[in-house]
């Protein structure tokens, strides 16, 4: 196992490094000169100069590529234009914040979203699977920004049932992983009553049920068990959508994540916030896939560790 993690881990670095270069080109390909929203409106030509040959923005492109890469290998993610604070300390203030928000809503899309499939799939065509189908198909095509306005309106004004700000406790995380696992818990919905049609299909189900083994052993022990591959896979992808997909619900709710942090930084042209905000996105969207994959030989140990 610690073999496969290595050489997991190993084959990431130049997936990261891809990003950082695809990153580092993005933002200097947008619009707004840094050197000028440093130095301020009122300056000089000579002060922006001198501002752009301090920090480096004179040099060719490839040049300040690797001064950053050199910055980032060795944990410094320079400062923000905006505030005038470390990257990192910007980024370790908000990214507890996304991390409890992903995960509340992922356990939401987990524990609501595979008993939805695992009924929808044992009573196939019934009511109940055409009323979940629907709403999983209505929970991937709601707006999330939509979704998130509504239940606002009807649990904090009309209801008055939570608040509207967010510093509340777990009272003010109900309605943000709510939007937020509106799709992650369609999509487990359907892949897990798809996956789940799929394996009951198989002989060695029909086999267990002659065997005299109950219904309910037969969709737990057998079907699903056997489901979870795919379960976990998906899960585990929604979830790292989920940590790079939280800027609108964080943007709607005034959640003090990762998101809202990367938008504000995006409108003021805060180019090392936005850089490093996305890196770190990308990053643990490459950590939760690996961890992933370890969780799949872990379910299933007769695949191969290659």
Same mark, same amino acid.
């Given at each position: ?11 990431? &670095?130049? &997936? ?8 580092? $080109? ?37 040049? %300040?590529?690797?001064?950053? @890469?050199? +910055? ?11 505030? !005038? ?20 809503? *992922?356990? *939401? ?5 595979? #008993?939805?499939?695992? /009924? ?16 999983? =198909?209505? !929970? =991937?095509? *709601? ?15 009309? $209801?008055?049932? $939570?608040?509207? +700000? ?9 309605? #943000? ?7 992650? =818990? ?15 299909? %198989? ?13 309910? %052993? ?18 585990? @992808? ?9 800027? /609108? ?7 003090? !994540? ?16 936005? %850089? ?28 191969? $560790?290659?």
């Amino acid at each position: 196992m610690a073999k496969f993690v290595l050489k997991r881990i190993i084959t990431l &670095i130049p &997936i990261l490094l891809v990003v950082s270069i695809l990153i580092f $080109l993005m933002v200097h390909i947008m619009p707004g000169d840094p050197a000028r929203i440093i130095a301020g409106e009122s300056a000089s030509d000579a002060d922006i100069e001198n501002v752009r040959k301090a920090h480096g923005f004179d040099k060719p492109l490839y040049q %300040q590529y690797g001064m950053y @890469l050199k +910055n980032v290998v060795t944990g410094d993610l320079g400062t923000s234009i905006r505030t !005038g604070r470390s990257v990192n300390s910007e980024i370790s203030s908000r990214l507890p914040n996304t991390v409890k928000l992903a995960t509340a809503a *992922i356990i *939401i899309a987990i524990a609501v979203g595979i #008993p939805i499939g695992v /009924i929808s799939a044992t009573k196939r065509y019934s009511i109940f699977d055409n009323a979940s189908m629907f709403a999983a =198909l209505f !929970g =991937l095509s *709601i707006p999330p920004f939509y979704l998130g306005l509504m239940l606002m309106l009807i649990f904090c004004v009309q $209801l008055n049932w $939570l608040p509207l +700000n967010n510093d509340s406790g777990l009272l003010s995380l109900i309605l #943000p992983a709510i939007t937020l696992s509106a799709r992650s =818990l369609a999509t487990i919905a359907r892949m897990t009553r798809s996956s789940m049609l799929e394996v009951m299909g %198989q002989d060695y189900i029909q086999t267990a049920r002659a065997q005299g083994f109950s219904e309910k %052993q037969v969709i737990f022990k057998h079907a699903l068990k056997n489901s979870m591959n795919t379960i976990v896979t998906v899960a585990g @992808l929604q979830f790292g959508y989920l940590l790079g997909g939280a800027v /609108i619900t964080e943007k709607v709710f005034a959640w003090p !994540g990762l998101g809202e942090l990367v938008v504000t930084a995006i409108r003021a042209r805060d180019f090392p916030v936005v %850089q490093s905000t996305i890196l770190i996105i990308a990053a643990a969207f490459v950590l939760v896939n690996l961890i992933v994959d370890i969780l799949y030989v872990i379910i299933n140990p007769r695949i191969k $560790l290659n």
